[in-house]
Structures are given as structure tokens and as C-alpha cells.
């Protein structure tokens, strides 16, 4: 018989769909299936409009056969088969979709799910394959015709056997290469793991013949190899389940399975949605943080399927970068795909099906935070410094979604507090948020800044994560109320009743001015402070760049600048401290640049700086104790 030869410029565009369309080999699989399981549907809508037609369900499935001797790999289906004049439309002309054109004169509405619209899965089976042939026979049909294939050259078509209706797909594998392993193709295992991954919820059984190994009926110690039908998909996803019918252990086991996560999530979000795009979802917000999360190797997204068919294992776009953390799925009959169904075509879809999710995300954090506040709590301390990023990276344009997300621990409360749940406690006549920067909470109980703000009793948010002071910086404001360090040159906070330093004195003006000289650049100013109460000198800082923010940017990789927040050397003038500095002053000029530099070494130690000279510090402290 004469080869008949393909159809819209066969040899360059058959080259394109086996070389180019498709990223992994391992896709062929999914197709067949896919293109197996439309042949059933046919039949199933067809039946919905013949009386003559019956579909009992039970007597379809789809059959995965695997011959290694022969290098032999077959998928069988009991669908609807083809005429010759099918099989040459279909397969004899690249990317016409029979499926599609069978849903088109059928009428069927998009709520009737019809995998395989591009026509062009079925060729990713010459990937593996050095021939491809197809066995089929037709619905109402007494004749079967069998197409084969070696690839561009073209195909043939001729009269053949076969019992039943349905089409077998027979691909000869290929020969290993230097580069390529096509014996995997061949393997059992292999293939079990391609369907679980890609076709687990295909809704007919995708049976195959399982090899194994037992023990003997009636011996204890020999074991004897067998082979038996297994079902290896599951079918019916727990997305298409209905709420009521599922348990917590069910949506356990699912995360389990899915290899989400080796930790129990603390909430699931189960989402069945009908509209402007119909989709079915279930969302996990995991306990504990995956080992690599905070790097640059972790791969956020979800994954993402198509009429149960998976299309992308990590889709990014479905979540902000801010809520990476949730595992889960989705899937849509809605989705505008590419050629090779293993990307969208356009993400108009996608972006409604993400701003949705992105809003129940948010609910169940906002419900965890006000129900259950120790899960809460748990889930923050392993995720809530995303939650910071998301503040900081996008330039505070996420504020509104995030920042009553918030916690931080609190000098009064002594626990994670929110932003709201500070504000309601706020006195009336206290104008600030106030905060203090440090590495732990115990460093920030130390820190002479906080004296003025403790004394007069406001609360205190305490910053230990190096992204909390950048967020804060991104919202600038919380219910009208500004953030202020107690750090700052001004803390907004009127002395009563207390007799402030005497800045402007020329004495104490002259001997800050001397000190100042004495520092050179290292300090904008030295000068009378008002927050200090019992201890002797703190830095302060001007500008907006603080000096714990000094300390994170300074510390990054790569960074060379040696970035300088504006500090300010603050002298308690009420300190024996400052009798010491006047009387230099007036008596030792050498031993108030003794005195200036082991205070200016304290206040950086006492901030958590290095010291410029640890040797010439110690040396001072030797010269004073002489």
C-alpha cells in the first residue's frame, strides 16, 4: 500500500510538535490518555442524545500495556473509535482536534468536559517512538482500519481485525541514545508514576498488568512471582467531593499524598467556585516552613489542572509571592491553554482565579488570627516574615491586605500583639506608635532608648527580625497613627513637671562641640539627651535610615558601600558621667578624649556595632583605670 503523506507542510511542522512543543518525553502518556479518555466521552454524550445508545459507566476504561521483549508500549481505550475517514482527518491532518470538532457539531457546552481541543497530543507519541500505529474500530461500525506511522515521511491506513470498538495506540519505543533513556517507558514503575502524576483523576479506570512477588500458597519460605489487573488511577479527585462528605483526615491524607509537606497543615481551604470562571480548589496553610523556604530555591505555586488532567506542577501566578507558603491545587475547565497544553495561552482566567484565591487566603489567616490565636501564632512564627516581605518588596502596595497580619511582641503585653490590638490601648494623649530595634527581645530590654517611652508608660513594639523595621518604613501609618522609633530625635513626649537639660547653656554647648570634633565624622552632633534616665550615653539617629537598618544592609552579601545611618551621641546630663566629661573639659583635654571615645565604644557596643579598634578600646580602658 502507498504511504499517504501528512497534511499542512508535514515534515517541518511534525518536527516542531515532537522537538519543540513539549518540555518533557514523559508528556506523550498524558496525551494518549487524555485523547483516550475524550473516545469514552464521545460515546457518554452521544448517549445522552440516542435512545438507542446505553452508558453504563462500569464497562469503560482505558488499558496500559507494556511488552519489554519487543519494546512494545500500548494504550487501549473502549471508546468510540474512528472511520478511515477519521482517522485520516485526525491523525492525517496536524493540529485538527477531533475532539473539538466533535464538541462543535454536537453542541456541547463548556459544562460537558472535553480534554484534548488542539489535535496535536497524539504526535507527541513519535518523541518515543520510532513507529506508531493505531488499531481502531468505529461505533456502529463492523470494519477496523489500522493507521501507522514512522514520523514525517507519513502514515498509511488499510483494513485490519479487531473484536471490539475502541482504538488501541501501539508505540515502539525507541532505542537508548547517548543522551536519552527510553527504556524508563518500558518500566512498570515508570509508568505508574507518569499516570499518578498527570492522570490520577482521569475519570474512567486506567488499568494495567501488575507484576509482583509472593509467597507460595501453604510454604512460609518460597515465594513465587505474579501478575494481576491493577486500577492505578484514582479517578474521583476529593476536590469534586462535596465538604460535607469529606473529614479532616481526608484533606490530611490528600496533603500527605501530594507531598505538600511532611507536617500536619493548620487549615484547609476548600473552594468550589461557578461564575465568570468555574473552578474547584483546596488551599493548605502548612504548620512548619519547608527547609529551603527562605532561600532562592524554593518554587512557590500551586498545582494546576485542566478538567483533572495535570497541566503545570508549580503554577506561580496563581499565588503572591507574600502567601507563597500555601500548598495546594486547582482546577478549572476554563483555562485558555497553549498548544501543548503544559502552559496558558493568556492569563486572563488566571489572574481572576488568583485574586480570588488571594482573598480567601486572607480570610482564613484573619479567622486563624481571631479564633484560634495559638495556631495563629504557630503559623507566624514560621511564615511571618513573608508576610514583612510582602510589605517591604512591593513598596507598601500590599499593605492594606497584610498589615493586620502583623504581630510583634510587646514591652507591656509581654506576648505577640497585633498593630489594631496596640492601638486600642494607646492613651489619647500618646501621638506614636512606638518601636524599638534589636536582635532579641532581651537586647531591646537593655537598650538605654526605651527609658523615656517605658517611663511614661507607653507600650513598646519590639523589631527582632531584620525585615520588620523596612515594612514598618513601607506603611508609614496605622490607623492615622506614625511609627516612631524610640531611637529618633524626637519622641513626641512632653516632660511635665520636669526640669529639662539646659541645651542651650554655651559651657555644655562648648563641651558637646569639643566632643563632636573629637569624633570627627563618626557622629552628626553630640548633645543633651532627654530620654536617658539612669544610664550614662545612647546613640540616636536622624533621618530615616536607622541604625539597626545600618546593620541589615551592611551585613547582606555582595554589599561593599558600609552604609552609615546618622547617629548622634546622646550625654545623660544628669549622670556622673557628665560631672566627669565637664571637668576634663575645663582641667584634661587629653582626658576628655579619653572619656569621648570609651563612650562613643559603649554606645556602639550597647547597640550591637563593632567597634572601629577593639585594641586601642582596651588600651583606654587600661589608661583610665592608671
Not at 298 to 319: P, S, T
Not at 415 to 429: A, F, I, Q
Amino acid at each position: 500500500m502507498s504511504k499517504m503523506q501528512f497534511k499542512a507542510e508535514s515534515k517541518r511542522l511534525l518536527d516542531l510538535m515532537i522537538n519543540s512543543i513539549y518540555t518533557h518525553k514523559e508528556i506523550f502518556l498524558r496525551e494518549l490518555i487524555s485523547n483516550a479518555s475524550d473516545a469514552i466521552d464521545k460515546i457518554y454524550y452521544r448517549a445522552l442524545t440516542d435512545d438507542s445508545l446505553s452508558f453504563n459507566k462500569d464497562n469503560y476504561y482505558i488499558k496500559v500495556t507494556v511488552d519489554k521483549e519487543n519494546r512494545l508500549l500500548q494504550i487501549s481505550d473502549t471508546g468510540i473509535g474512528m472511520t478511515k475517514q477519521e482517522l485520516e482527518d485526525n491523525l492525517g491532518v496536524i493540529a485538527s482536534s477531533g475532539s473539538l470538532n466533535f464538541k462543535n457539531e454536537n453542541e456541547i457546552k463548556d459544562g460537558y468536559d472535553i480534554i484534548g481541543q488542539f489535535g496535536v497530543g497524539f504526535y507527541s507519541a513519535f518523541m518515543v517512538s520510532e513507529t506508531v500505529t493505531v488499531i481502531t474500530r468505529a461505533l456502529g461500525s463492523e470494519e477496523a482500519y489500522k493507521w501507522e506511522s514512522e514520523g514525517a515521511d507519513g502514515y498509511t491506513v488499510k483494513p485490519c481485525e479487531k473484536e471490539s470498538i475502541g482504538t488501541d495506540v501501539i508505540l515502539k519505543i525507541k532505542a537508548n541514545s547517548d543522551d536519552e533513556n527510553y527504556d524508563e517507558f518500558l518500566e512498570e514503575y515508570k509508568l505508574r508514576a507518569i499516570i499518578k502524576k498527570y492522570s490520577d483523576f482521569i475519570r474512567y479506570p486506567i488499568k494495567m498488568d501488575i507484576t509482583g512477588t509472593r509467597l507460595k500458597e501453604g510454604s512460609d519460605k518460597e515465594y513465587e512471582e505474579y501478575q494481576e489487573e491493577q486500577v492505578v488511577n484514582s479517578m474521583v479527585p476529593i476536590w469534586k467531593k462535596n465538604k460535607n462528605e469529606l473529614s479532616q483526615e481526608d484533606y490530611e491524607n490528600f496533603y500527605s499524598e501530594k507531598r505538600y509537606g511532611f507536617d500536619k497543615p493548620i487549615r484547609h481551604i476548600h473552594i468550589s467556585a461557578e461564575g465568570t470562571v468555574t473552578y474547584k480548589a483546596i488551599l493548605f496553610i502548612p504548620e512548619k516552613t519547608p527547609f529551603d523556604f527562605y532561600t532562592k530555591d524554593y518554587e512557590k505555586g500551586l498545582e494546576l489542572y485542566a478538567n483533572g488532567v495535570l497541566i503545570m506542577n508549580k503554577c506561580a501566578d496563581l499565588l503572591p509571592d507574600y502567601f507563597s507558603f500555601v500548598k495546594g491545587m486547582v482546577d478549572s475547565e476554563d483555562l485558555s491553554l497553549n498548544i501543548s497544553r503544559e502552559m496558558l495561552q493568556h492569563d486572563r482566567q488566571l489572574k481572576f482565579i488568583a485574586k480570588n484565591l488571594k482573598t480567601k487566603i486572607k480570610n482564613e489567616l484573619e479567622n486563624l488570627l481571631k479564633n484560634e490565636r495559638d495556631k495563629y501564632e504557630e503559623f507566624y512564627k514560621s511564615f511571618g516574615r513573608q508576610l514583612k516581605y510582602g510589605i517591604y518588596t512591593d513598596f507598601g502596595i500590599n499593605k492594606e491586605v497584610l498589615q493586620d497580619l502583623l504581630m510583634f511582641y510587646s514591652s507591656k503585653e509581654e506576648k505577640m500583639v497585633t498593630l489594631g490590638e496596640y492601638v486600642s490601648r494607646m492613651p489619647e494623649e500618646q501621638k506614636y506608635i512606638y518601636y524599638a530595634s534589636g536582635e532579641s527581645v532581651e537586647r531591646i530590654d537593655k537598650m538605654p532608648q526605651t527609658e523615656l517611652v517605658s517611663d511614661k508608660g507607653y507600650e513598646i513594639l519590639y523589631f527582632t527580625d531584620d525585615v520588620d523595621e523596612f515594612a514598618i518604613k513601607m506603611i508609614t501609618t496605622y490607623n492615622d497613627k506614625e511609627f516612631k522609633s524610640v531611637s529618633s530625635g524626637d519622641l513626641g513626649i512632653e516632660q511635665e513637671n520636669e526640669t529639662s537639660p539646659d541645651t542651650g547653656d554655651n559651657d555644655k554647648q562648648e563641651l558637646f562641640d569639643y566632643m563632636k570634633n573629637v569624633l570627627s565624622d563618626k557622629v552628626k552632633e553630640v548633645r543633651a539627651s532627654k530620654r536617658l534616665k539612669n544610664h550614662p550615653v545612647c546613640l540616636a539617629n536622624e533621618g530615616e535610615l536607622s541604625i539597626e537598618m545600618e546593620k541589615v544592609l551592611n551585613s547582606l552579601p555582595n554589599n561593599d558601600q558600609n552604609i552609615k545611618a546618622d547617629k548622634v551621641l546622646e550625654i545623660n546630663v544628669n549622670h556622673d558621667v557628665f560631672k566627669a566629661l565637664q571637668e576634663a573639659y575645663e582641667k584634661d583635654k587629653d582626658k576628655l578624649q579619653l572619656y569621648t571615645d570609651l563612650l562613643y565604644n559603649q554606645a556602639l557596643l550597647i547597640e550591637g556595632l563593632t567597634i572601629e579598634d577593639p585594641v586601642e578600646f582596651t588600651n583606654n580602658i587600661c589608661k583610665m583605670m592608671r
